[in-house]
């Protein structure tokens, strides 16, 4: 961990010892930016919590076998054959050598979850590939791409050449994996490079230094962690625990994986001897009262200048207004979460506070680990929702469409927010498949998470059209908003939220040459006791279970108190409006939400089935102006 020249080169073995102790207790007391809050080493009760911790993850899939380890082993080294014959053909085709395009090299780096040693079973590998300096980005989407197209065990390719970060995504005999480029200014790249040193940045563009900075910022937090083992078991339970609640998502608004890691990173400084079981419980203490917007950082941020963007708010006003700051360790240093908004901030606080008072009940053995990952029931904290549909015609379509819809969801979010009347926009980070919209009368009927869309030969082969000869979309998807009001009987119309930003997605969509004949994208307003019409039985049938579970072990439970927070539940008769909008620039307005017929929500402990009588939303052309 600390450099071997820290210690003292004595030939007394005793005095060695009692340095290097002194030694270790002092860099442990100063890793991070504060001293550490506790020294204190773990108690037996600790070791048995800790015990109890792992063996409650084990049923849930966060530990993989021997046989998937050898199996991504085995994937990963394809992956780095395939780069180093794409860079050796690259290099002959720009007339090298080919002695010389025998040794320019080419290395596959892997970085998040994987390289932090905190993979789930069947969990994606982020990946980098390291190219020498006559290798370009465009040789990397364009030969390697089709060069990966040739191969048997890729499946579902795509490439997003023009995204924040680049990467070329894909199914690798099974194994999923989003493979970002770099290229340095290099001849050749050997095959035990190693690239925390900053100069290695001097002269790259934007892009390849964000693509570098996965493998840099992975590699810095396991080097700023005191004990690498119990970071490792307590980022498996909090992650787990992050999914399980819906917070887990950097995409819309939550925390990604690489912000859960250097949280729970800065909790290990903070008690560099505690267990995984204190840790975690620690993890909801410190962050469920951080003083936010103070950041997380886990190290003095360096004073390399190559020019490159940092995160300061002194200097950058825009940095002035990141809610959640979680600053990366390694130069050029960002925040990992400037996609959270006001709502996802008030959301994750909530759980954070939730997960303290559960985490205090285990450490007293008032319950067990098993109540922390009980996945909360989205579906009965409101009673207002926005049901956003992405239509297509194909699956290989609809993957593209919803990965375009889903990032953009965020904007919606920020724009609803700004309503004068909405406290909350909750948006759910599970995306949830349909039946064909043809099958079903018009009205999709999601499925459990995991299920696949039914399809037959003709659905997979060819586009299916209608007497018009309009293509008919075959697949949707759903996100779920839940809304907030902060007062009640009150219309609010958000026709213009919606239209302007379903046409900022169709827009983007046709700038990127994304569009296709029979996708779409509509908003509607729900309310709770209609949700039978878009959730599956069995769906809703869990949910109301996990629902009344949750109520049963809360009635001896008192909540943390919230302190200038909007509570996630509300009791409003809102009226909302909202409109669809399609790939027909000239289309008119689809649904009228805005009648008062379904204004109370299911009665307790009536099943949603037998009170949510009401007909699919209207399909009047009339917006209900307000």
Request: aromatic letters at 8%; proline letters at 6%; one cysteine or more.
């Amino acid at each position: 961990m600390w450099p071997a020249a820290q210690y003292s080169h004595t030939n007394n073995p005793t005095h060695h010892a009692n340095k290097n102790e002194h030694q270790n207790q002092h860099n442990l007391k100063t890793l991070g930016m504060t001293s550490a809050i506790s020294m204190a080493g773990p108690k037996p009760v600790d070791i048995e919590k800790t015990n109890e911790l792992k063996e409650s993850l084990i049923p849930y899939g966060v530990f993989e076998s021997e046989a998937e380890m050898h199996h991504r082993m085995e994937v990963l080294g394809a992956l780095h054959r395939l780069v180093r014959q794409w860079i050796r053909d690259e290099s002959l085709r720009k007339n090298m050598p080919a002695s010389v395009a025998d040794t320019v090299g080419g290395n596959i780096y892997t970085f998040g979850s994987y390289r932090l040693g905190v993979h789930h079973r069947g969990a994606d590998i982020d990946a980098l590939c390291v190219a020498p300096r006559h290798i370009d980005r465009s040789d990397y989407f364009q030969s390697f791409y089709e060069l990966l197209k040739q191969q048997a065990q890729v499946k579902d390719l795509r490439a997003v050449e023009d995204a924040f970060v680049p990467v070329i995504k894909m199914n690798f005999d099974g194994i999923e994996i989003d493979l970002l480029f770099a290229r340095l200014a290099l001849k050749e790249i050997p095959d035990s490079f190693d690239l925390r040193d900053d100069i290695l940045l001097k002269n790259l563009d934007q892009k390849c230094v964000r693509s570098l900075n996965g493998c840099r910022v992975t590699d810095e937090i396991l080097r700023l962690v005191p004990n690498i083992n119990n970071f490792r078991l307590t980022l498996r339970a909090i992650k787990l625990w992050a999914k399980r609640h819906g917070i887990y998502s950097n995409t819309l608004g939550y925390l990604g994986g690489v912000s859960w890691a250097m949280l729970v990173a800065r909790t290990c400084q903070l008690y560099p001897n505690a267990l995984p079981a204190t840790l975690v419980h620690k993890f909801f203490l410190v962050f469920s009262q951080w003083k936010w917007p103070q950041p997380v950082l886990l190290k003095q941020p360096d004073s390399v200048n190559l020019g490159f963007p940092v995160w300061d708010p002194r200097v950058n006003m825009s940095d002035r207004f990141h809610l959640m700051p979680i600053i990366t360790p390694a130069y050029p240093q960002q925040n990992s979460t400037f996609n959270v908004s006001a709502s996802t901030r008030t959301v994750i606080m909530e759980e954070f506070r939730l997960g303290l008072t559960i985490t205090d009940e285990i450490m007293l053995s008032k319950c067990g680990w098993e109540r922390l990952f009980e996945a909360p029931n989205f579906f009965s904290r409101y009673k207002h929702f926005i049901v956003l549909l992405a239509s297509s015609a194909g699956a290989d379509d609809h993957l593209q469409w919803c990965g375009l819809i889903e990032s953009k969801i965020r904007h919606l979010i920020t724009t609803l927010e700004r309503n004068q009347h909405i406290t909350i926009a909750h948006v759910n980070p599970e995306c949830y498949n349909s039946v064909p919209l043809h099958t079903n009368d018009g009205q999709p009927l999601a499925l459990p998470p995991g299920t696949s869309v039914p399809t037959d030969s003709e659905t997979e082969t060819e586009e299916k059209k209608n007497e018009n000869d309009e293509v008919l979309p075959n697949v949707c998807s759903m996100w779920f908003i839940g809304l907030v009001f902060d007062k009640t009987n009150v219309n609010v119309n958000l026709t213009y939220d919606i239209l302007s930003f379903t046409k900022v997605v169709h827009y983007q969509a046709e700038i990127t040459n994304m569009l296709r004949e029979g996708m779409t994208i509509e908003a509607r307003h729900v309310r709770r006791k209609q949700l039978h019409q878009y959730l599956s039985p069995s769906l809703l049938k869990r949910e109301r279970t996990t629902s009344g579970a949750k109520r049963k072990q809360d009635s001896n439970t008192t909540p943390a108190p919230v302190k200038k927070t909007k509570r996630l539940s509300e009791s409003s008769n809102d009226e909302v409006s909202l409109i669809s909008y399609n790939d027909d620039s000239n289309s008119s307005p689809m649904y009228d939400v805005s009648n008062g017929a379904a204004n109370h929500p299911p009665e307790e402990g009536k099943s949603v089935e037998k009170v949510a009588s009401d007909q699919p939303p209207s399909t009047s052309n009339t917006i209900a102006c307000t």
